[in-house]
């Protein structure tokens, strides 16, 4: 997760505008005003943004999911952290309706040869921090997951020290989408964006990849506890 996140913020500092004109590979799009523009801003957005939804979506259903429901086997209780997954899994949902549901508009636009300004309004002041803000809450919810689970059994400070650390990447995130530049779709491209993005991402792969190594050490921790007990009991 954290490599995701770290080569998404490098490739949309170094390659935004040979991502954005990838468009041209999929589709002739009509000379109108704004259309074109907000059809690129949009393809770039499913290429650059919606991978961190998917792939982070994957990585707890498949990693964490599969944790918990061994822990079920043994009885352990995991229905909290799971529940925080449900959810992240709903607000990941909302990112792609907050993408996608305008397009319907747009593509009547197309056919009818204009624009509604109320589209143009909703991607140039209002689709950012939505987006962001529910990836970065998501994003809170599946980090805090597995801290959740661990806590409840070692009561460990460096646990506490992982949630922070998880709390300050997507607070990150979460701040970057409603900061003061507050940045256009349309405007993805301007160096602007693209450096408050690329390391905003960096920073939370970092994060990310420190809290999951803190919660790695306290679960093998749990482990070697488990295999002293078990050898002690033999022994008797």
């Given amino acids: 997760?954290?490599?995701?996140?770290?080569?998404?913020?490098?490739?949309?500092?170094?390659?935004?505008?040979?991502?954005?004109?990838?468009?041209?590979?999929?589709?002739?799009?009509?000379?109108?005003?704004?259309?074109?523009?907000?059809?690129?801003?949009?393809?770039?957005?499913?290429?650059?943004?919606?991978?961190?939804?998917?792939?982070?979506?994957?990585?707890?259903?498949?990693?964490?999911?599969?944790?918990?429901?061994?822990?079920?086997?043994l009885e352990v209780d995991s229905k909290k952290p799971q529940a925080l997954l449900l959810v992240a899994r709903l607000l990941f949902l909302g990112c792609l309706v907050v993408t996608f549901a305008p397009m319907i508009m747009v593509a009547e636009s197309l056919m009818t040869g204009g624009l509604s300004g109320s589209i143009i309004g909703y991607y140039q002041t209002t689709y950012m921090s939505l987006y962001f803000t529910l990836l970065g809450l998501a994003t809170f919810l599946i980090l805090i997951s597995p801290v959740v689970q661990l806590y409840g059994r070692t009561k460990s400070r460096s646990l506490l020290f992982a949630?922070?650390?998880?709390?300050t990447a997507c607070s990150t995130i979460i701040y970057m989408a409603n900061g003061q530049w507050n940045i256009s779709i349309m405007d993805i491209t301007e160096r602007e964006f693209k450096s408050s993005f690329g390391t905003v991402m960096v920073l939370c792969g970092v994060c990310i990849f420190t809290s999951f190594w803190i919660i790695s050490r306290n679960a093998k921790s749990i482990l070697r506890y488990q295999k002293l007990h078990f050898t002690m009991r033999l022994g008797e």
């Fill in 163 to 167: 949630a922070f650390l998880s709390f």
């Fill in 1 to 73: 997760m954290s490599i995701l996140y770290i080569t998404i913020g490098f490739v949309a500092y170094s390659y935004a505008d040979e991502v954005m004109s990838l468009y041209t590979t999929f589709a002739d799009i009509p000379d109108v005003p704004f259309i074109g523009d907000l059809i690129k801003a949009v393809v770039f957005v499913s290429i650059m943004f919606l991978p961190l939804n998917g792939m982070t979506v994957l990585i707890s259903r498949f990693v964490l999911r599969r944790t918990y429901k061994k822990l079920e086997k």
